[in-house]
């Protein structure tokens, strides 16, 4: 079992910044990936960033070059940082972190990224 905190979200103008946080525990040590979603009312939730024990990353394209993603695997924590924010960046941001050989998923619950015009 892995449970997951996310903090950080608010309300930003438009060309600001924010950084959402997630911290893990429990089963840490057997994640393989976390990651970044977001969703908005009436749509389906969508990958923003994802980063893997490798290090690698993966973005969305409407977030690359403005958002990045980092982990502290010391920490167990999974951090985005979010620039250049726009309007259309508003959601629910969802942290989500995959564990083990089968990648069981596990979700934050949620929070919300506001950015006002």
């Known amino acids: 079992q892995v449970q997951l905190v996310e903090s950080g979200g608010g309300l930003v103008q438009a060309g600001g910044s924010l950084s959402v946080s997630c911290a893990t525990s429990?089963?840490?040590?057997?994640?393989?990936?976390m990651g970044w979603y977001r969703q908005t009312a009436g749509k389906q939730r969508e990958l923003v960033a994802k980063?893997?024990?490798?290090?690698?990353?993966k973005y969305a394209d409407s977030v690359k070059g403005r958002f990045t993603i980092s982990r502290d695997n010391a920490k167990n924590t999974v951090y985005l940082q979010m620039n250049s924010l726009k309007t259309e960046d508003t959601a629910v941001y969802y942290c989500?972190?995959?564990?083990?050989?089968?990648?069981?998923?596990?979700w934050g619950k949620g929070t919300l990224v506001t950015v006002s015009s």
């Open positions: 989500k972190v995959e564990v083990g050989l089968l990648g069981r998923e596990y």
């Open positions: 429990g089963s840490t040590f057997s994640i393989n990936a």
């Open positions: 980063i893997f024990s490798t290090g690698s990353t």
